[in-house]
């Protein structure tokens, strides 16, 4: 099966995104407690372990698997609970780019839906 470029690119993104996330709620927590001391420590652990589901889904997606597709949208759902419920309207901006992200998956995956079982 071949893979539209944008898709591809967009997959390699989210790969980076996730790494990039479980690395600062994981190794880099100590700056982000710094940045963010009223957030409770069990919320980053929480960050931490979104994030490595977010791979999960990315893996999946890259094996043409549907289920990435369902468990990204629903990861993303969680994440802006989480995100509006500790930041409040700080927040927002991440529940945001957070649906558009998942906006932009289907945009990617759409024309090759069928190709994912």
Do not use: C
Not at 28 to 53: C, D, I, K, Q, T
């Amino acid at each position: 099966m071949k893979r539209p470029l944008f898709l591809t690119i967009w997959l390699a993104l989210m790969t980076l995104g996730n790494v990039f996330s479980v690395y600062s709620y994981t190794l880099g927590s100590a700056s982000l407690a710094l940045a963010l001391p009223f957030l409770p420590s069990w919320v980053m652990l929480l960050f931490a372990l979104m994030s490595v589901v977010g791979l999960v889904a990315v893996v999946m997606l890259w094996m043409w698997k549907k289920m990435g597709f369902y468990l990204a949208v629903v990861l993303s759902v969680v994440v802006a609970a989480v995100n509006l419920l500790y930041l409040g309207l700080a927040g927002i901006f991440a529940v945001v780019t957070g649906f558009i992200g998942v906006g932009i998956l289907y945009l990617a995956m759409k024309p090759v839906w069928q190709n994912f079982k």
